[in-house]
């Protein structure tokens, strides 16, 4: 078993920074994607940045070039730097890993972290 746990987020005026980080602990084997979805009241869950095995990450067009993702393969652990924020980036941040433990792979997600941006 594993589990994600989740730091950061708050409220941020807009064009402000935010980090979050994320970092899974237990019998992991290997973390094969890592990153972060979000989701917006009314909306549905959408990637926001995730890195894959070799360490290609994909971002969502909205937050290219404003958020960087980073990963500590030592610490099982990613941090994404928000910058440049915007209202529209207010919603609840999630952690996902795909991983593999004990030999079988699965999806985990973390608890949900919120970043509200507003004045």
């Known amino acids: 078993q594993a589990q994600l746990v989740e730091s950061g987020g708050g409220l941020v005026q807009p064009g402000g920074s935010l980090t979050l980080s994320c970092s899974a602990s237990g019998s992991i084997s290997e973390i094969l994607r890592m990153g972060w979805y979000r989701q917006a009241p009314g909306k549905q869950r959408e990637l926001v940045a995730i890195?894959?095995?070799?360490?290609?990450?994909d971002y969502e067009d909205s937050v290219n070039s404003r958020f960087i993702l980073s990963r500590d393969n030592a610490k099982n652990r990613v941090t994404l730097q928000m910058n440049s924020l915007k209202p529209e980036d207010t919603a609840v941040y999630y952690c996902?890993?795909?991983?593999?433990?004990?030999?079988?792979?699965?999806?985990?997600w973390g608890q949900g972290t919120q970043v509200t941006v507003s004045s």
């Open positions: 890195m894959r095995d070799g360490g290609v990450t």
């Open positions: 996902y890993a795909d991983l593999v433990s004990n030999n079988q792979r699965y999806n985990y």
